[in-house]
């Protein structure tokens, strides 16, 4: 017998069937003994339908009342799936974040859970009900609604997993679960059994798509297990696990991550003096374009080249920062590439097994793939390459180091 948090998302309870399904596979937990507690997201297209009732009415709502509203989604599910549940003959209490007493700060509409009030939970437990929690809101210290951003609802799973010390937080999605790459560009992308918290974080590119990643950083934190797994699919999911040590004996490589839509800019023949890279990246950051790669190196004939990759859609303002920063510097030129993908690498068995990056750079060697930019981290190397390239470069390594091999987990590589 456990305490389980099971956290059902907009697909799972995208329709009336749909939340008996849910009820269905609540019930069988609780046959088998396990205490539930169910985190539910608004059913799918609600919050979107709401966001658009508010922007009928005005542009910019006030972030107050755009909680009000927002949070009356959650609220409307997690009601049906308590009467699914009586219908069948189990207890069930639904609760709103305040209810509970899910304390958040008063940023409306991406409010930070600062903490969690158990009591009330626990009591509805000893009495052998299924506590029903709205996902994706909250209260501040003035008993205003909160919500914590799109995709909330994970973290809110996460953040009652934690507080109430529940063995396993599981998210049912539409997935099955965490993927070595993204399943339309590799066909045999296999899915993880299982993955490091920081390997995740990593590969949040891929993982996006299947979990909030601020409830990745929560569960990380408070060491919270985390599951993926499908609503509509029999299958263990993914386990984000706390333990590297399983992972340790295992394959060195855990997925491939790879972003589109990203563009280059390169401030070349500055003087290499020290401040040189807070004058050229400084105004970037202060106009809030969020800067990824960042190469710096000097030449023989001591001037700096100073390379940075921002969000393709950032292209145009970023390019007229560094213009307008080069021309101050006397920069030799400003280069600028509009179409750059990068793909990386992510594992934390590259702590300990050498010879990953010399293999990736063959791989893509073998293919003719030029490499732009190259930047590693303890358990990532990632590089830059034209964006024509990205999905060969992504096939090309997801086949050299065998990733689609269905007992790729099951192997050592000592
Ligand atoms: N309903 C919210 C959203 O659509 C929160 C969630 O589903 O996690 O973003
Ligand atoms: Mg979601």
Sequence with gaps: MALIVQKYGGTSVGSVERIEEVADKVATFRDNGDDVV??????????????????????????????????????????LLCMALEKRGYGARSFTGGQVKILTCSTHTKARIQEIEGSRIHAQLEQGNVVVVAGF??????????????????????????ALEADECQIY??????????PRVVEDARLLASITFEEMLELASLGAKVLQIRSVEFAGKYKVPLRVLSTFEDGPGTLISLEEDDRMEKPTIAGIAFER???????????????????????????????????????????????FTVKRADLEQASA????????????????????????????GMRSHAGIASKMFK????????????????????????????????????????????????QSNN
């Design 38 to 79: 169910v985190v539910v997201s608004a059913m799918s297209g609600e919050t979107n339908r709401l966001t658009g009732l508010a922007h009928g009415i005005m542009k910019n709502p006030t972030p107050r009342e755009m909680d009000v509203l927002l949070s009356t989604g959650e609220q409307a599910t997690m009601a």
């Design 261 to 307: 839509d990203e563009a280059k800019i390169t401030v070349a023949g500055v003087p290499d003096v020290p401040g040189i890279a807070y004058k050229v990246l400084g105004p970037v950051s202060d106009a809030g374009i969020e800067v990824d790669v960042i190469v710096q190196n000097v030449a023989a004939d001591g001037t700096n080249d100073i390379t």
């Design 137 to 162: 809101q909250g209260m501040d210290e003035h008993n205003n609604i909160t919500t914590l951003g799109r995709g909330g609802s994970d973290t809110t799973a996460v953040a009652l997993a934690a």
């Design 363 to 410: 791989t893509l060697a073998d293919e003719a793939i030029n490499i732009q930019l190259i930047t590693t981290s303890e358990i990532k190397v990632s590089i830059v390459i034209d964006e024509k390239y990205l999905e060969l470069a992504v096939r090309a390594l997801h086949s050299a180091f065998d990733l689609g091999d269905p007992d790729y987990e099951k």
């Design 321 to 348: 920062i560094a213009q307008s920063v080069a021309t101050s510097l006397k920069a030799r030129e400003l280069l600028v590439d509009r179409k750059i993908g990068k793909v990386s690498l992510v594992g934390v």
């Design 173 to 182: 999605t539409d997935v099955k679960g965490v993927y070595t790459t993204d």
